[in-house]
């Protein structure tokens, strides 16, 4: 009697009873307001989920890595129930982390490098004696003359520029809108042009004359042909840039906007030259960004880095690199190969540490404290090469004062003039080898032209990886590989070694040139 009245009593409240009465409960979605029409499969469970209780008490519901509840049948809870991929598989769906291998990689390398320390402790024991340098008192003397005699042929340009300035400022009183309609003017300035070609010849040419033939010392020898060149390339920029700012200045024709603070010819001063003779900067500009203040503890810093990374340079050197290059002259003498390579790798790895270090100290350290120095503003002296693609992105973002100095007077002048892009770059690669064989040949006094090849060579590498860097993926890695390869195994090493063997076969024993 009671069935009966509950079943009269409404429709729906006998479906209920029916439905509560199926002993196959159809599932119901969890984000679903609607339930399930028909009755479906019940879901894929994880490989330790559990089936919920009857009466819905979640507070049994297991956490994850926890192991799930099957009462009484502990060895009964599946373990394998949906199809799962290996982590390291290509068709993984989560990409692993792969930090503990970077970790592990640089422990390797700690440990790696630390033995070889402790076995050149026990080879050699220490190399390096605080007993003052071995330099020939004529070295240091034409080493005091050419620093101070180089910087005067800026002073020289300066004056070539006052005379130009002032005949410039007068051809403008006679209100003469160009040159070109004056051929007298226009033969006068090819006379400052030559005036000013023969200032820097004999600038650079004088100082590489006494670094070869009366400095005998390498490492002395070196930073006076470093300061020519730098010095020359300046000359060159305060030349080309004042003849277009008086071509400017003659035919009224627009500048930078950040000239017109110092616009052409007021720009011809002491004192604008002499911050472009200190300025971090290979090229010449009248006006430049500055940074608003002087930071004392930055500036501090940075010398301090860069006298404990010269320091540093010179220990690995002397007690490192040298072992290496002396025991690798007798093999190098008969040509055996296998000697050689093994040698070429033990080098690589020091002269790499040596070179990041030189890197850092001279890009990171000494140029932000001379900028800072000078409230120089703009010091992006480098950007990621590291992460080069490419040769030619490397040498287009490791050393970007020479890169701005190329780019500016060299490459777009003759794109300028209707010179294809890879006839410039040749050109530009060209002369980039000759100051490299001035730079390395003229100071160790063996101009043999390897440093000239190795920067040649560099033109087929960046046709190669050229390509390689314009692929995603695999193709930027192959092309970031055949740079540091070619950079650290092929390039400075074997340099290195070709150098100190001529040295050795001019010269003999060069092992005190690195004492301290």
């Not at 969890?30 to 819905?56: D, I, K, M, Y």
């Not at 042929?153 to 004056?182: C, M, P």
């Not at 190329?406 to 000759?434: C, D, E, K, Q």
Request: proline share 6%.
């Amino acid at each position: 009697m009671t069935s009966v009245s509950a079943t009269s009593t409404s429709t729906s409240t006998s479906v209920s009873i029916a439905l509560s009465s199926d002993p196959t409960p159809a599932p119901q979605t969890r984000h679903s307001t609607f339930p399930s029409a028909t009755p479906s499969a019940p879901p894929l469970q994880s490989p330790h989920e559990v089936t919920p209780r009857s009466n819905g008490d979640h507070k049994n519901q297991k956490k994850p890595g926890e192991l799930p509840e099957c009462g009484k049948y502990k060895h009964v809870f599946a373990v394998h129930s949906i199809p799962r991929t290996s982590t390291l598989s290509h068709d993984s769906v989560d990409a692993p982390s792969f930090i503990g291998f970077r970790n592990l990689m640089v422990l390797v390398l700690i440990v790696g490098n630390l033995r070889l320390v402790i076995e050149n402790y026990v080879k050699y024991g220490v190399l390096v004696h605080i007993s003052g340098a071995e330099f020939r008192r004529d070295d240091l003397k034409m080493f005091c003359l050419l620093y101070c005699l180089i910087p005067a042929h800026l002073f020289v340009g300066f004056l070539i520029e006052l005379v130009a300035a002032y005949t410039a400022r007068g051809d403008q009183a006679k209100n003469k809108k160009s040159d070109n309609r004056n051929p007298g003017l226009r033969s006068y300035w090819r006379i400052i042009a030559l005036a000013h070609a023969v200032n820097a010849t004999l600038s650079l040419g004088v100082a590489t004359w006494v670094v070869y033939y009366k400095i005998h010392h390498p490492l002395i020898g070196t930073f006076c042909e470093f300061h020519a060149v730098i010095v020359w390339l300046k000359q060159l920029s305060y030349a080309l840039t004042n003849r277009d700012l008086r071509d400017a200045f003659l035919e009224g024709a627009p500048t930078p906007r950040i000239y017109q603070s110092c616009p052409y010819p007021r720009n011809i001063t002491l004192r604008n030259l002499c911050y472009f003779w200190w300025a971090p900067t290979l090229v010449y500009q009248p006006v430049y960004p500055r940074s608003p203040t002087f930071r004392w503890p930055f500036f501090l810093k940075r010398v301090g880095e860069t006298i404990a990374l010269s320091i540093a340079i010179w220990f690995l050197s002397a007690q490192y690199a040298v072992p290496v290059l002396q025991n690798s002259v007798a093999a190098m003498g008969k040509l055996d190969v296998a000697v050689i390579l093994e040698r070429l790798m033990k080098l690589s790895t020091i002269s790499l540490i040596i070179w990041l270090a030189g890197f850092f100290a001279l890009f990171q350290s000494g140029l932000n404290a001379l900028a800072e120095l000078l409230q120089f503003g703009d010091r992006e002296f480098y950007t990621d090469w590291w992460n080069s693609c490419s040769v030619g992105t490397y040498w287009k973002t490791w050393n970007k004062p020479v890169n701005h100095f190329m780019r500016r007077h060299i490459y777009a002048p003759l794109l300028g003039r209707g010179w294809s892009n890879r006839s410039a770059s040749i050109i530009v690669f060209t002369f980039s080898a000759i100051l490299h064989e001035l730079l390395v040949g003229v100071p160790t006094h063996n101009i043999i032209g390897v440093a000239f090849a190795g920067m040649i060579f560099q033109i087929p590498l960046i046709a190669i990886t050229v390509p390689l860097e314009r692929m995603r993926g695999q193709g930027s890695i192959i092309g970031n590989a055949i740079f540091w390869i070619s950079f650290c195994l092929v390039g400075q090493p074997f340099a290195a070694l070709i150098y100190y063997f001529t040295w050795q076969a001019k010269f003999g024993d060069s092992s005190r040139v690195f004492k301290l």
